[in-house]
Structures are given as structure tokens and as C-alpha cells.
């Protein structure tokens, strides 16, 4: 297995999270799996949020072991490598097609995660390709994430569960709480709830498209990385977009984590501490159906759950009233035991990279 030579094709569609897997997984096939590995990514600028040492003018370059090709039409795509991971069926280049053929290269595609039943029956599917002629030899195998055996596993480091951090220096005893979502979520409803909350709040605010709705409760005409707001009980901290190793840290140290689409949900499952997951809106409310897939998995040995679907449906849906918010709170103790032994349970399975690497190598 070392030294066999991997390229993942990552297309940055919207947000951080196509990059956020790509970028994880990368480090960790080079790092624990001694995999040479290139990535190719088809937006510099917007993985430079990521991957802060990548120079955005360079087509080519190395970063933290990993090999990154600038993907565009220009590119040489002469030399395909044993394993392709396509993620999340960005499709890949035509001209390279044909040096896959030649390479008889493996060829994964790697699918979004979803708690969804279904997941375990397409898992690890063959879908024999028709390129170029009608009999090239490759097969396009898709890989399904997912929180069961049968499934292709989550992505999990091998540190992942080291809970030790400091990121967040606070001396006081306020709840912390991290804040990622879409802008769509209720975010003034919960400042507003946690306003008037009985004891002192924190909240940590990396930077990203919510900022001007925390403007806007707070009646600021500019808002930027080193912003501090306060009103009653409640303090608000904006802070820089964190490297991933400092994000992850951020939700370590705080009580409640908000997180969205797939990498940081998935974080926010391993720091162990309670969290609320605002799923990637998709059409067809084929969102609600994957939170309501994750909920009855992730909760299904939680008696008192009701109030966990009520603050996920809510937060989704774009409000958050205030007693939905005071019911969770209370129920938080609970929450935070359950979430804990959950997390734990789960990583007992094998995780994602390490599963890949077996399943392509047994192809
Ligand atoms: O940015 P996202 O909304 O990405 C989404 C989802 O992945 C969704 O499933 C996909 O369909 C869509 O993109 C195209 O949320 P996600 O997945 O949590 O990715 C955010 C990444 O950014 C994750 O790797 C964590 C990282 N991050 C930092 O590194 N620093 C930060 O300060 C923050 C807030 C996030």
C-alpha cells in the first residue's frame, strides 16, 4: 500500500464543505496511510480559507505533504494515478478519462453523507463506465459515508478524540457557544433567547456569511473579525475564519456547538458535546428528511428527545421560539451525557480513510 499514488478531484460548488472533506481526507490518506496524494482543486481562492498556506497564483505546489494542481482546461491531465476519488460527483476531466483507461486506474466516487437508510444498499455500488468505447475496463464505484458498519464510514482522525484544548480563554463560568449556520436560520431569535438568558452567555462567531444578522441585532452599521457586542447576559465574539485544527478546538472548548452541512457537523459528533446541525438546504425539502434520518439514528437511545427534534426543526425551519430554546437548556445535562457516550460509541467504528483504503485495495 505505501507509496501507491491517489488523485482526488475536489470542485468547491458552494461553501467550505466540498474542500473542508477533500482537504481532511487528503492529510489523512498522506498521514496515516503514507499515501501519495494530489489533489485537485478548481478554486485557489476560495481554498485558501482551508488551506491558509496555499499560494492561490501557484498551479502547482505542495502543502503539508499534499500535492495541488490547480484544475482547469489547462492542465495536464497526461498522467492518471492508481486511485481516482471523484468527490461528490464533480465529474471528472474528459483527457484524463483517457489516461485513467490506460492506467486501468480505480476509480471512487465519494457521495455526501446522510444518515438516510438507504445509504447502506448504494454503498460500494459498481456502475461499469462507457468512455470512450464501449468496453474501456473502468468502473466507477460509489462510496457512501455514513454512521453504520454497512456503510463506508465517517472521516475520523486518528487524534480526533483528543478532548484537551484551550482555544477559548474565558475565565468566567458562561455557557460557550460556537455559531456556524446559513444565513437562513433564526439567528436573531436565538441572540435574542439567549439575551435574556438567566446566566451569562458567550458566543463565538467565526466569520462567515451570517455576520450581518449579528450586525443587525446589534444595530452596527460594520461588523469584522475582532468584534466584541454585549447586551444583558449576553456577550458576542467575532472571530477570523479559524484553520480547521483552530475550528475544531473552538468546538472542543465550548457547551453548545452550532454547525451546518457536513464537515462541521461531523466535528461537532466527535468534540462529544451537544450540538444542533442546520442541514444544506436541498431541493424538494430533501434536507428535512436527512435531518430526520439523522435525529432517529444519532438519538435512538435518548428518552427525551422530543425537545432535540423540536430545536433542529425549528432552527431549520427559520425560527426559534423562545421556549423551545428554554426547554432545550434544560434539558442540556442530558443532552450533553447522551452526546458524549454516543460519540464515543460511534468511534468505535472504523473510520472512513481507513475503510477507502481497504475497500480500494480489495478492488
Ligand atoms: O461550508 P458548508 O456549508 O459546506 C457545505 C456542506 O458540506 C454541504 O453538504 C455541501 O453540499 C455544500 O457545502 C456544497 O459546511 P461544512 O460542511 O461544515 O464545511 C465547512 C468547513 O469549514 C469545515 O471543514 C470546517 C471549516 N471551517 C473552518 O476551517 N474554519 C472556520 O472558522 C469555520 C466556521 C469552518
Known sequence: MINQRWDIFCKIVDNFGDIGVCWRLARQLRVEHGLDVRLWIDDLSAAQAIIPSLDTEKNLQICDEINITKWDEN??????????????????????LVAMVRQQSKWVNLEYLS???????????????????????????????????????LIRE???????????????????????????????????????????????????????????????????????FSRDNLQVHIL???????????????????????DSWLRAIWVGKPFIWQPYVQDEG????????????????????????????????????NNIWNAYL???PTIKTYTLQRSEHLAQQADLAAKLVIFCNKL
Open 286 to 321: 430533501a434536507h428535512i428528511k436527512k435531518l430526520e434520518a439523522f435525529l432517529d439514528l444519532f438519538y435512538a437511545h435518548l428518552s427525551e428527545k422530543k425537545v432535540l427534534y423540536e430545536a433542529h426543526g425549528y432552527w431549520s425551519a427559520g425560527q426559534l421560539p
Open 75 to 96: 492542465a495536464a491531465f497526461s498522467q492518471a494515478r492508481d486511485v481516482v476519488i471523484e468527490a461528490f460527483a464533480c465529474g471528472l476531466p474528459p483527457r484524463y
Open 240 to 262: 477570523p475564519f479559524l484553520s480547521q485544527v483552530d475550528y475544531d478546538q473552538l468546538l472542543r472548548d465550548c457547551d453548545i456547538n452550532f454547525v451546518r452541512g457536513e
Open 330 to 332: 434544560q434539558q442540556w
Open 115 to 153: 444518515a438516510e437508510d438507504w445509504v447502506a444498499d448504494f454503498h460500494a455500488k459498481p456502475s461499469p463506465q462507457s468512455y470512450l468505447n464501449s468496453a474501456n475496463g473502468l468502473t466507477r464505484y460509489f462510496y457512501f459515508p455514513g454512521f453504520t458498519e454497512a456503510t463506508g464510514g
Open 158 to 228: 486518528r487524534n480526533t478524540l483528543d478532548r484537551h484544548s484551550d482555544f477559548v480563554r474565558n475565565d468566567h463560568d458562561d455557557l460557550k457557544i460556537s455559531l456556524f449556520c446559513y444565513p437562513n436560520a433564526p439567528i436573531k431569535d436565538l441572540l435574542f433567547a439567549l439575551q435574556t438568558n438567566i446566566h451569562r452567555v458567550s458566543v463565538y462567531v467565526p466569520e462567515s456569511n451570517i455576520l450581518p444578522q449579528i450586525a443587525d441585532f446589534f444595530d452596527a452599521e460594520t461588523i469584522d473579525a475582532g468584534d466584541y
